[in-house]
């Protein structure tokens, strides 16, 4: 039984790497996204989700996926879509290195990640991924694939993504639903919503850790 599950293993981080370096190779650009979304008619918000993860393995940028999900879809729709495209993406990621990948993730990630993630996991999980969302120390995909190696549970991981996922969101798929029309005050805009809910959850944190070093003295 454990020789048939290290085949099956062996198979599924095989069929990882094939995607992984397919969609890095021939995976589509912004571009061919926007094409392939607004020919699928009816089925386009399906067919946005589907890409979006998709993309984010081939590395497209997510702001910019953000964008087109306001530019598609305008402000009401685009939101939600590119809220849950973000949480798809992730939990895809953090799903490989967990179930499928784990090793050879592991040795993809610098040290210095892998251990920071697997010592705030051991606290409050939700709150952790919370302010590596908020304040993005750590590249989106190494959160991904470095919670994934640790034992947090899938439920905090994704709440957290989606929380800490609205203000930058909400920002460039205000952009997109703006366009050009608004122009200038939408980009200031859009700045200002990704920006402030981090600076204030900084500024927080220090307070915080101020307060336990002068109880500690």
């Not at 399906?46 to 996926?65: G, K, T």
């Not at 700045?191 to 500690?216: I, N, Q, Y």
């Amino acid at each position: 039984m454990n020789e048939r599950a290290g085949w099956v293993r062996a198979a599924v981080v095989a069929v990882w790497a094939a995607v992984l370096i397919a969609a890095l190779l021939y995976g589509p650009d912004l571009a061919m996204v926007r094409a392939w979304i607004e020919a699928a008619g009816p089925a386009a918000p399906v067919a946005y989700l589907v890409l979006y993860v998709i993309a984010v393995f081939a590395l497209v940028p997510r702001p910019a996926l953000n964008l087109a999900a306001g530019l598609l879809f305008g402000l009401g729709a685009g939101m939600p879509l590119a809220l849950t495209g973000g949480v798809g993406a992730a939990l895809a990621q953090f799903a490989v290195a967990r179930y499928a990948a784990g090793g050879t993730v592991a040795r993809l990630l610098p040290e210095g990640v892998r251990s920071r993630l697997d010592a705030v996991a051991e606290r409050h999980a939700f709150v952790a991924v919370l302010q590596l969302r908020l304040l993005p120390i750590v590249p989106y995909q190494a959160v991904n694939y470095g919670c994934g190696l640790t034992r947090m549970r899938v439920a905090p991981f994704a709440l957290g993504t989606f929380a800490g996922g609205v203000p930058a969101t909400g920002a460039m798929v205000l952009l997109g639903a703006g366009g050009t029309d608004l122009g200038l005050p939408v980009a200031v805009a859009g700045a200002v919503l990704a920006a402030l809910p981090a600076l204030l959850w900084w500024v927080r944190s220090r307070r915080r850790a101020g307060g336990r070093r002068a109880e500690g003295e």
